[in-house]
C-alpha cells in the first residue's frame, strides 16, 4: 500500500468515485458519519466494488493535514499529463481552445483554486512547468473540489517552447502583468487563447512574457496594488467566458 496516496474530502473523494473509480483502492469513514452525503460515496464506493472501512476520526487526522470531513481515500498515484498528451487534446478539440498557463504557482492552494476555476470557465487544460511548480497532491485536489479530476493539469518541460508550439497551432497568448497598458476588458478573448498568469508575487518570467502576443492588466481601484493569484485569474476566465458568450 505505500504505492498509494490519500486524497481527503467529500468532493475530491466522491469526484474520484465518479471519474476515476479504479484508482480507489479503498475509501475510510469516520465512525458516525452516515449523513446523505456519506451515503452517496458509499453506493459509488459500491458500484465500482471499491471497498469501505470505518475508523476513529484521530486515525483521520493523523492521516492528513487538513480539512478531511471524515473522508480519506487510498488512491493510486496523481496523473499529470505530458506535452505529447496537450498536442492530441487540441488534435482532437473543436472551436477555439482557453487554455490556462500557471508560471510558477508553488502554492498548492493556489493551483487547487485556479483548476476549479479553470473548469468552471471552461478551459480546456491547464499548463504548468515541471519545474518550480506546485502539482497534483492531496491539498490541491481538497482545495479545487473534485476539479482536479475532471480537467487536465500539464506539466510541461519547456514552458516557453511549449508556447512557441502553441502560437504555431495558431493561439494567441495573453500575459498579465501590473504594468501592462491594455485592460484584459479591452482584450478580444474570444478567438483561440492562451490567458497566462505570474507567480505569486513575481509575475511572469522574463522569458515568458517574451512570448506573450498582448499584455494585459486589472483595473484596480482601491489601494491595494495586486490580487491573489487564483483570484486574478477567475477574474480573466470569467472575462474570456462571458466574451464567448455574448458571442
Not at 477555439?96 to 498557463?101: F, G, S, Y
Request: net charge neutral; hydrophobic share 45%.
Amino acid at each position: 500500500m505505500s504505492d498509494l496516496e490519500k486524497i481527503y474530502g467529500l468532493h475530491a473523494v466522491e469526484a474520484l468515485l465518479r471519474h476515476h473509480p479504479k484508482r480507489v483502492k479503498q475509501v475510510w469513514l469516520a465512525e458516525g458519519r452516515g449523513d446523505p452525503r456519506v451515503q452517496t460515496l458509499i453506493q459509488l464506493a459500491e458500484q465500482s466494488r471499491v471497498r469501505v472501512g470505518q475508523c476513529e476520526r484521530r486515525e483521520l487526522d493523523a492521516w492528513v493535514e487538513g480539512v478531511h470531513q471524515g473522508v480519506v481515500a487510498d488512491v493510486s498515484p496523481s496523473q499529470v499529463w505530458g506535452d505529447a498528451m496537450l498536442e492530441e487534446l487540441l488534435d482532437r478539440t473543436e472551436g477555439a481552445p482557453l487554455l490556462l498557463v500557471l508560471d510558477g504557482v508553488t502554492d498548492p492552494h493556489n493551483l487547487g483554486a485556479c483548476l476549479r476555476t479553470a473548469d468552471a470557465a471552461g478551459a480546456l487544460a491547464v499548463i504548468i512547468p515541471k519545474d518550480k511548480s506546485a502539482t497534483l497532491n492531496a491539498t490541491v485536489r481538497k482545495v479545487a473540489c473534485g476539479a482536479a479530476e475532471v480537467i487536465p493539469l500539464v506539466a510541461v518541460t519547456n514552458l516557453a517552447r511549449t508556447l512557441e508550439k502553441l502560437q504555431q497551432r495558431g493561439l494567441w497568448i495573453v500575459g498579465t502583468a501590473g504594468e501592462a497598458e491594455q485592460e484584459i476588458y479591452d482584450q478580444d478573448l474570444r478567438g483561440p487563447i492562451v490567458l497566462v498568469m505570474g507567480a505569486e508575487g513575481k509575475g511572469m518570467r522574463r522569458l515568458t512574457r517574451e512570448h506573450c502576443d498582448f499584455l494585459v492588466r486589472l483595473p484596480m481601484a482601491g489601494s491595494v496594488s495586486s490580487l491573489n493569484v487564483s483570484v486574478a485569474t477567475g477574474v480573466c476566465l470569467f472575462e474570456a467566458l462571458r466574451q464567448r458568450r455574448s458571442g
